[in-house]
């Protein structure tokens, strides 16, 4: 006779899971930023502690705001832009996910009521990009958890409640079904990406929409290659970097974002000195793909010593740098990123490996 199955009407016995992610989209403004910029000013300690308080009341009284801003909405209904900057304020500074999430609806009306409004498609297609990577691992990881305590607990034959676990919900066979028991692992995994990969085809529809609407951009280039590294299409993420990387520019739009912010702020008399501290300056950048992983796979073709291909990655990623100091943000007409952390990295990274691998080739 074969093992009983066994019903279990708690997750108990399992390992917590991880916190589920906010996928609200990235927060370019962070405490952290602001307090080591103050602290490489000219001013004295007393002045950097006085600047950082007032930023961090300021920063208080727009959460207070934000929360309030679901009644704001009808009053620009019909206003795109101020639908934009409601959706900003909320991506950026609502503290509950139920506040964040509104962002999304709110980027996709305005692009109904204007579809081609690029500095909405923007975040639009990066939530698309979060919302899928960030589901994707986590339910991976949940998954590699459970089974690694299912194995250790020999409770490889529990049934295991639906409702309440995401990713009991996520394995379920039929809607009305009740309860999940996990015997195989590498079944189960192999279920639960076909069941998560469904989606890709609407994330993938997003960026092609932004590359038809804003062809010169690099930004939704960047955006899949993310999404082909998540999924392990290294080669596919390559080729998308390099086309990338050979376009005119990268953008977000942060100057038409901040713009929608301020007339929201303006319209809830929100003060100015408030305002412009708590702006977003850009400093973060938009450079969405992991330079990482493109260094990793040039270190890989020079391993194998296919220099040409490592040198040519270290080409792309170059240029990758310059678009980066290239980008528009925030502030004066005109203003650009310019010289930052990140782009001196990679160029750094780029000029170093490209000597060695020229070294390399002459010794060969």
Do not use: C
């Amino acid at each position: 006779m074969g093992e009983s199955t066994r019903h279990l009407t708690s997750g108990n016995h399992t390992r917590s899971a991880p916190l589920t992610a906010d996928v609200t989209g990235i927060k370019l403004l962070a405490t952290a930023w602001v307090l080591l910029v103050l602290a490489g000013s000219t001013s004295r300690a007393s002045d950097v502690a006085s600047n950082t308080k007032a930023f961090l009341d300021a920063r208080e009284r727009l959460r207070e705001l934000t929360a309030r801003l679901p009644e704001v909405e009808q009053t620009f209904s019909n206003d795109p832009e101020g639908l934009l900057g409601i959706a900003v304020l909320y991506d950026r500074h609502a503290m509950s996910r139920e506040l964040g999430r509104r962002s999304d609806g709110l980027y996709q009306k305005v692009l109904e009521m204007e579809p081609q409004n690029r500095a909405a498609l923007v975040p639009f297609a990066l939530h698309r990009v979060v919302e899928f990577v960030s589901r994707r691992g986590r339910l991976l990881e949940q998954l590699e958890m459970h089974w690694e305590n299912a194995s250790k607990n020999n409770l490889k034959n529990v049934e295991w409640p639906v409702k309440g676990h995401e990713l009991f919900e996520w394995l379920r066979e039929r809607e009305d079904q009740e309860s999940v028991v996990i015997r195989d692992f590498n079944e189960a995994r192999s279920r639960l990406i076909e069941k998560l990969d469904a989606d890709l085809p609407a994330v993938f529809s997003v960026l092609a929409r932004g590359k038809a609407l804003d062809p010169n951009n690099a930004v939704y280039n960047y955006l899949e290659a993310w999404l082909d590294f998540d999924l392990g299409k290294n080669e596919a993420a390559l080729l998308e970097v390099e086309q990338g990387a050979n376009k005119p520019r990268l953008e977000s739009y942060l100057p038409q974002l901040l713009s929608a912010r301020r007339k929201v702020l303006q319209a809830a008399k929100f003060p100015d000195k408030d305002r412009e501290i708590t702006e977003d300056d850009g400093k973060s950048g938009t450079l969405f793909v992991d330079d990482r992983k493109i260094f990793d796979m040039a270190e890989e073709y020079e391993a194998k010593r296919d220099f040409a291909n490592a040198a040519t990655v270290n080409q792309i990623m170059l240029k990758m740098a310059d678009q980066l100091r290239q980008e528009p943000i925030g502030g004066p007409p005109g203003a650009k990123r310019g010289d930052n952390e990140r782009s001196r990295r990679i160029e750094a990274k780029a000029r170093q490996s490209l000597a060695r691998i020229d070294q390399r080739t002459k010794s060969w």
